[in-house]
Structures are given as C-alpha cells and as structure tokens.
C-alpha cells in the first residue's frame, strides 16, 4: 500500500495561500490521492481527492504532478479557522471490497494572525 | 441528514469492565469505519465494513476487541476486558463507494474513552 509523507508543522499567514505538500512516491494507477483535515479533536473533515488531474472545489485546489508521486493541497486565502491538521492519504478499491486506508501524521497547519 | 452518529460521547469506565461504542452511519452509505486516533500513534483504522460484512479487521489491536455490525444502520464496537491503554477517541466514518472508484469517508464526532 502506497505510504505519504508530509512535513509535520507549517505556518501560514491568515490571507496569504497555503501550500501543504505530500509525497506519495509508491503510489499506484488506480490509487486517489485524497486531502482531510482535523480541527482540533473532532472527526477528520474530507476536503478534495483526485486521480491524476487538478482538482478544484469550493474548500480548495488539488494539484498532482505529472508523475503522480507528490501532490499540493492549497487553501488559496487562509483563515485562522483553517488552523488544523491536514491528512494527505492515498487509496483504491480491490477485488471484494476491499479497501486499504492509512493516515499518516499528517501537516500541522497553524494559521497567524 | 444527521451525518454520522456516535453515542456515547464520552465513556469513563474501570480497568476490566465492558466498554460497548455505537455508530448510526449516514444512510444509503455502503462502507462504514472505525478509527482509533491516540497522540502517540495518530489515527488508526480498526476495522471496516462493506454492505455490512467485515471486510478487513487487521487493524484490530486484540482478541479484546470486536465489531459488529448487523444491519445498515447500525454498527458496535466492543472492548471486553477494557484496559488503561484502551483510554483513546475512537471514530466511526461512513462512505458510498462512487462508480468511479472514489469514495469521501464522512466522520462522526468520536467517542473520548478513558480507561481508568
């Protein structure tokens, strides 16, 4: 199963854009690579996924390099309330179901006033 | 929609008693999760579920621990004996697998266990 690596701390100016990297050199064809975020300790909150495109919601963009082995998860206009933790995951279905899911430590994102 | 359901909240119990987690995950979904999330060892997948059967329980840490889930509305997680490293937030996450493969895990609010 494809593993990610992120940096574990990173401080954005509120305003400014933050740019969370994630590696996911192992990461196979059919994978997704999928962004969550934890506000301090509630459940984790989906935030955007892609396969191999740039993806772009009302939270945030998506970038995936070509290679799909690292990707770039940007707040465009940081907000102190975007202070949390922010998971990068990589994941697919196989046969029966199943479906392997692993959080790593994730960035520490805190916003400054 | 509710979105996903987790009682009780919080649980305080004693070393050696049965501890019982509940979860009402959001309908129409077809996978649904359970979490633990510890500050040494992050978030933590236990065990998950497709159309109500058990799917991969390789994350469950011991005998002491099960889960059920015995129809679509509907799951439990026991720990019979509980013990003091035991003490954690566990969550519960359902999703609706897309056709196009993906699928977002929404997540319930957790349960605070400790252990005492």
């Known amino acids: 199963d494809a593993k990610t690596t992120q940096p574990p701390s990173m401080d954005c100016a509120e305003g400014r854009a933050a740019n969370l990297p994630c590696n996911h050199s192992?990461?196979?064809?059919?994978?997704?690579v999928y962004w969550y975020r934890q506000i301090h300790s509630q459940g984790p909150q989906y935030i955007i996924h892609?396969?191999?495109n740039n993806e772009t919601n009302e939270m945030a963009s998506l970038i995936i390099t070509e290679d799909r082995k690292s990707s770039t998860l940007i707040l465009p206009h940081a907000t102190l309330r975007d202070t949390a933790v922010y998971y990068c995951?990589?994941?697919?279905?196989?046969?029966?179901?199943?479906?392997?899911?692993?959080f790593g430590t994730g960035t520490k994102l805190q916003v400054i006033p | 929609d509710a979105g996903v359901i987790q009682s009780p909240r919080h649980e305080v119990t004693e070393m050696g008693q049965e501890v019982t987690l509940r979860c009402k995950p959001i309908s129409g979904h077809d996978y649904l999760f359970w979490y633990r999330q510890t500050m040494m060892r992050g978030l933590e997948l236990l065990i998950y579920?497709?159309?109500?059967?058990?799917?991969?329980d390789s994350g469950m840490p011991e005998d002491r621990f099960s889960a059920k889930m015995p129809n679509a509305s509907f799951s439990n997680l026991k720990i019979q004996p509980s013990e003091p490293r035991d003490s954690a937030v566990y969550f519960c996450a359902s999703s609706l697998r897309a056709r196009t493969g993906y699928n977002e895990q929404f997540f319930g609010p957790g349960t605070r266990l400790t252990v005492l």
């Open positions: 892609g396969l191999k």
């Open positions: 192992t990461i196979s064809g059919n994978e997704y």
């Open positions: 579920f497709n159309n109500n059967v058990p799917i991969d």
């Open positions: 995951i990589v994941s697919a279905f196989y046969s029966g179901g199943y479906q392997k899911v692993t």
